[in-house]
């Protein structure tokens, strides 16, 4: 289908982007950034904006660098960026891991982490990682910047703390240096949305677990940090019996949807197996 018809701006910096924003009284404007969701969203007329604001030309909203002990991605780099980038891999392998598994590769080289981030669709890849890593989330608005923890950042059913006169700038990530990690997506086809997955990062200390993060992708309407688990792994024996313990309550308290790609009850047993494997091929252990 093709869209509505709509204005169209790709202004050059954030502050002139912020303009346009809060320039709209009733009139309807969207933030373009790899369009690899919001152009299916306006062919099918689930949005009819009257204004596009593309951030494609503005300089400073695409990298990868290092900022003390954070390392920064620029809200417009693609997934492609992420999953290649050399500084990803040695900090934050959880986060390259699972940008490996999103779509195809020319979804990948379109798509933007921040794009994935405020679209906030639950089986989306990279919202776990960014959660089970503790990234901090720059927001830029008429106000000024605030950064938001990832733990508040993830509102409800595709919905974040940005609003919509509001542009998501940069993610900061505290360095996993030396940390394993392993994302653990079950689909059905090859390069179809999550059923369900499981992020796990580990720090090891000889054979054992010293630390571990964990998160799950459509097991509810917002990615799901696995306390619990994260704390009975700390301290654990890297092998089987020990991870498959540890891990047996991670679909507790979880609401995750019913569908033709499995019932709820089935998802539930899923995130169970795919916690063990992503948790022990985490920690070397397959
Ligand atoms: C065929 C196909 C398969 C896919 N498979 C997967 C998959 O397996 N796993 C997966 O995780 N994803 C998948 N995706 C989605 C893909 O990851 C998208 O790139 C992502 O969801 C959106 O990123 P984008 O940069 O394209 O954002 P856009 O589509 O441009 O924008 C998405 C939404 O976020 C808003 N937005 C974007 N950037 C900003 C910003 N910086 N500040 C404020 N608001 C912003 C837009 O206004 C819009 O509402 C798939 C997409 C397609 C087309």
Same mark, same amino acid.
Request: aromatic content about 4%; some cysteine; glycine content about 10%.
């Given at each position: ?12 910096? @954030? ?66 960026? @992420? ?70 950042? $993830?509102?409800?059913? $595709? ?13 900061? $990530? ?11 997506? $079950? ?7 999550? @059923?369900?997955? @499981? ?88």
């Amino acid at each position: 289908m093709i869209p509505a018809a709509f204005d169209y701006q790709a202004p050059a910096s @954030v502050e002139e982007a912020l303009q346009l924003l809060s320039g709209g009284g009733d009139t309807e404007i969207k933030v373009l950034a790899g369009g690899q969701s919001l152009l299916p969203v306006l062919k099918m007329r689930l949005a009819a904006p009257d204004l596009v604001v593309d951030l494609a030309k503005i300089p400073g909203l695409t990298g990868i660098r290092e900022d003390g002990d954070r390392i920064v991605v620029g809200a417009m780099t693609t997934h492609h960026e @992420v999953a290649n980038d050399p500084l990803v891999a040695e900090h934050l392998l959880l986060l390259q891991e699972a940008a490996k598994t999103v779509a195809d590769p020319q979804v990948r080289h379109r798509g933007t982490l921040g794009g994935a981030l405020v679209h906030a669709d639950p089986a989306g890849d990279l919202l776990a990682p960014v959660l089970a890593l503790d990234a901090e989330l720059v927001i830029s608005g008429a106000a000024g910047r605030r950064t938001v923890p990832a733990a508040e950042f $993830f509102q409800g059913l $595709f919905t974040t703390a940005v609003g919509e006169d509001e542009i998501l700038t940069e993610i900061r $990530f505290p360095r996993h240096t030396g940390w394993g990690a392993r994302y653990e997506k $079950f689909t059905r086809v090859v390069q179809q949305w999550s @059923v369900v997955s @499981v992020a796990a990062s580990v720090r090891m200390d000889g054979g054992a677990i010293a630390e571990a993060v964990v998160a799950l992708t459509n097991m509810g309407s917002t990615p799901i940090r696995a306390s619990s688990v994260e704390q009975a792994l700390a301290g654990c024996a890297a092998t089987a019996e020990a991870v498959g313990a540890a891990v047996a309550g991670v679909a507790e308290g979880t609401s995750p949807p019913a569908d033709l790609n499995g019932d709820a009850d089935y998802r539930r047993q899923l995130a169970v197996v795919l916690a063990r494997r992503a948790v022990l091929a985490a920690a070397g252990v397959s």
